[in-house]
């Protein structure tokens, strides 16, 4: 199909999902160096309540339209991948 509207949507679509990529990235090589920090001074690498705050923390920030479910479910699977990753050892400080 050669509609420029549905072109041009297509693209910033394409822009964003490279955006949420890029940030994904950003946020594993971060929760690896807190990995690292953690394991070096002993510390347990999962910390629950601090989920469970952030999950909170995002849902009141939460301006739509997503909903609060929605936040909470892709956070949820964003922190499951995290530590999935990070456990595998793919992610670089």
Do not use: H
């Not at 679509?13 to 807190?34: G, H, P, Q, W």
């Not at 999962?46 to 009141?60: G, H, I, S, V």
């Amino acid at each position: 199909m050669s509609d420029p509207v549905l072109q041009q949507f297509r693209a910033q679509i394409s822009d964003t999902d490279r955006a949420i990529l890029e940030s994904v990235n950003a946020r594993l090589k971060l929760v690896a160096r807190i990995r690292a920090y953690k394991d070096s001074r002993g510390i347990a690498f999962l910390d629950p309540q601090r989920e469970q705050a952030m999950l909170e923390e995002l849902t009141a920030a939460n301006p739509g339209p997503l909903s609060a479910e929605g936040v909470r479910e892709l956070f949820e699977t964003i922190l499951d991948l995290t530590k999935r990753e990070v456990d595998s050892d793919t992610a670089t400080a």
